[in-house]
């Protein structure tokens, strides 16, 4: 822990009292942005810092190797001094170590154990993959071995949806209801004998999974410890992504300290400037830059490179911002949003709604920016009643 400038760092109790002291640092965006080498260029720079670093990917489609041009499997692979990396199989993970639950359920619903190969069929189900990466997260978590561990996510939203689903199952135990519907791939498989629903709740709930879930999220919502990374492109789509990503992570308390842009060409002003609009879009986040390069990043060298140039002299462990950019208050029939906006104190501003979104233009000294926030579904059929700018916040109130 000596090179952490983690004056930040909490130590928090996890699995009956095991002290852990690391950074969670998980990347997210769109399909194709750069979450992947984006990943491999901070781990590089975290391992050449000294930290005892891991790379983690839940991508089914092994993109760790293709990037570092090292053969990384589903078994911890030292890459370089102080850096390891892992590609998360979900099919080894279940045959390794969850089989006798699979048993367990399979004779309990049919009347006899598993047939071969079946570990496969799981994991295939929807939403699998995700839940025994998590399970595997929370493992290497808790083995406490590593200063920093990186997590390359899959780009759709469904992945981020299942990184809060620790938290989802924390409030639907407490409820003791209804876990099924959250293992929708187990569910859908004993669909026919949807009667012993029940059962299959009764039999998730003895096994440790619940509580190992629960663990993780109490790891991945400590500002302290987790920070989520949206990495975007200088296009409208991947931006209004990030943003979606960003509203999510807020709602459910996750910290997100950073955005990268990536792909950058600065020799275009078009897309210079476009870059610059873009980070007044996640004002007051901090964001970095990378420029598009010519050719595909590959390897060590190339991705290190990738890394000087997002984070310069900056550690990537640092914390680079806390604190929430929305605060959002649902009530019954109505939502109070507020949200920091560049400018706020002298600027015109022009709010409209349109479905989920609110588009706000801010005029400021003859430059106009176009602010996009994404909204929770709720708030689709609402429409603005009210808005006013208090000290540097817009503060919106919709009604049904
Ligand atoms: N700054 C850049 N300049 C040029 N090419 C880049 C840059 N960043 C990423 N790439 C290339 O873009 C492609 C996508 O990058 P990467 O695989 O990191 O994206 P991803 O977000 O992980 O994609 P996926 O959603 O498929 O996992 C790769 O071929 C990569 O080499
Ligand atoms: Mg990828």
Redesign the pocket.
């Known amino acids: 822990m000596l090179f952490l400038p983690l004056n930040k760092l909490k130590q928090i109790n996890i699995d009956n009292c095991k002290l852990i002291g690391l950074r969670l640092i998980i990347y997210t965006?769109?399909?194709?942005?750069?979450?992947?080498?984006?990943s491999c260029a901070t781990a590089i720079n975290l391992a050449e810092r000294k930290y005892k670093t891991l790379l983690m990917s839940a991508?089914p489609?092994h993109?760790l190797s293709d990037?570092l041009c090292v053969d990384i499997g589903y078994e911890i692979k030292k890459v370089l001094s102080n850096l390891e990396a892992i590609e998360i199989d979900p099919i080894i993970e279940i045959s390794e170590k969850y089989l006798d639950i699979v048993s367990t359920m399979s004779t309990s619903f049919f009347g006899k154990g598993i047939e071969s190969n079946l570990e496969y069929e799981i994991a295939m189900l929807p939403g699998m993959t995700q839940l025994f990466s998590l399970l595997k997260i929370e493992e290497v978590i808790k083995e406490d071995s590593y200063d920093v561990v990186i997590l390359?996510m899959?780009?759709s939203g469904e992945a981020l949806r299942f990184l809060y689903l620790p938290k989802i199952i924390g409030s639907m135990r407490r409820h003791a209801t209804g876990l099924s519907n959250l293992f929708a791939g187990f569910a859908k498989m004993f669909q026919p004998f949807s009667p012993y629903s029940t059962n299959l709740d009764s039999i998730i709930a003895q096994t440790d999974i619940l509580k190992r879930l629960e663990n993780l999220f109490s790891v991945i919502s400590n500002q302290g410890i987790t920070s989520l990374r949206l990495?975007t492109n200088p296009d409208n789509f991947s931006v209004k992504n990030a943003k979606r990503s960003l509203m999510s992570a807020n709602i459910f308390g996750i910290n997100v300290d950073l955005v990268v842009i990536?792909?950058v060409d600065f020799d275009q002003e078009a897309k210079r400037i476009t870059s610059e609009k873009i980070k007044l879009n996640f004002f007051p986040l901090p964001c970095k830059e990378?420029?598009?390069?010519k050719?595909?990043?590959?390897g060590i060298e190339m991705l290190r490179e990738?890394g000087l140039e997002i984070f310069g002299n900056d550690d990537p462990s640092t914390i680079f911002f806390e604190g929430k950019v929305y605060s959002i208050e649902e009530k019954e029939d109505s939502i109070i949003i507020k949200f920091k906006i560049p400018f706020a104190s002298n600027a015109q501003l022009d709010i409209k709604k349109k479905y989920d979104e609110l588009i706000i233009s801010i005029e400021h000294d003859l430059r106009y920016i176009t602010n996009i926030v994404t909204l929770p579904l709720a708030a689709l059929n609402m429409r603005i009643i009210s808005s006013k700018v208090i000290d540097d916040e817009l503060e919106i109130i919709l009604k049904r």
């Open positions: 965006g769109k399909g194709g942005t750069g979450k992947t080498v984006t991508d489609a993109t990037a390359d899959a780009a990495v990536n792909k990378a420029k598009y390069q050719e595909e990043l590959q990738h």
